[in-house]
């Protein structure tokens, strides 16, 4: 792997960009899916897998391109942002957001393009080019997570838990202790309830803690949409509800079991080495399975796409994909 000398001077993101193009993508159910095109309408094309899921794509999502090289596409996920309707999880599965992807490649005139993901982002980007490999010129990851029970007892009933245990506390605080053996089961029941009241309290605490555990930096470095209700009431809501049916893969372990179907495609991956979201172990297991991968294990960052190293790894990938 060729990856630059420690004195190297990292890379920033590129200059705030405007979209040229909006609209709402019509998906024949109940969802219109938001999307925006910006940079060169006539570059390399490339869509923009947002996390959670439940979260949105933001402004930021947009820098990590060249704007010269790159035609950006960056959309909402069924349920979220500007997507209608707002947390709704009605037909929203890995499989229907799939289906939004090609709708709107479709739409859009594109063949292949670069498929660009961080979190559950590389979730959705995996499985999408699983289904559609033909459709896929390179992959730019980061922060793998694999979906799977381990990763979700380990951030979710035990594990980071004993990393953050000031965050931890005020994550289970909403829940009573004999609730507590299964957090997930415990929240979902609330985030889908009635109560308005106890949904918007579950939904804040929900996201919180994963608000408090993306950076290196700790709890201090918090985005401040994790604690707004209107974020994370559909953040909280369509997490839980993916995460309590096992991203409605068919089996566990889909991800890595169908990998050999992508290996020949071109892939980057950016890794904080002290990720506690999504931990480095299945980054590794991933470049086990797919050697040809560009691993990057950044050695100061933790989860969030916003931290020094994790953006000089994305904009040093996506100049490589673009160099393919």
Known sequence: ?????PDTPRRDLFPEIEPYATGYLQTGSVHEVWYEECGNPQGLPVVVLHGGPGGAVNPGMRRFFDPAKYRIVLFDQRGCGN???????????????????????????????????????????????ITHPERV?????????????????WFYQDGASHIFPDAWERF????????????????????????????????VAWSSW???????????????????????VAFAR???WYFVNGGFFPEEGWLLRNVHRIRHIPCWIAQGR??????????WALHRAWPEAKLDVVG??????????IIDSLVRGTDWAASL
């Open 1 to 5: 792997m060729a990856f630059p000398a």
């Open 83 to 129: 997507s209608r309707p707002n947390a709704s999880l009605e037909d929203n599965t890995t499989w229907t957001l799939i289906e939004d992807i090609e709708r709107l490649r479709e739409l859009l005139g594109i063949d292949k393009w670069v498929v660009f993901g961080g979190s559950w982002g590389s979730t959705l980007s995996l499985a999408y080019a």
């Open 137 to 153: 010129s390179a992959l730019v990851l980061r922060g793998i997570f694999l979906l799977t029970r381990p990763e979700l007892r």
């Open 172 to 203: 289970v605080a909403p829940i009573p202790e004999d609730e507590r053996h299964d957090l997930m089961g415990a929240y979902y029941k609330r985030l889908t309830g009635e109560d308005r009241a106890e949904r918007e309290r579950c939904a």
């Open 210 to 232: 994963e608000g408090e555990t993306v950076s290196v930096q700790g709890p201090s470095a918090r985005p401040e949409k994790f604690a707004e209700p209107e974020f994370a």
């Open 238 to 240: 369509i997490e839980c």
């Open 274 to 283: 002290f990720d506690v979201v999504t931990p480095m172990t299945s980054a």
């Open 300 to 309: 100061d960052a933790g989860h969030a796409s916003s931290e020094p190293g």
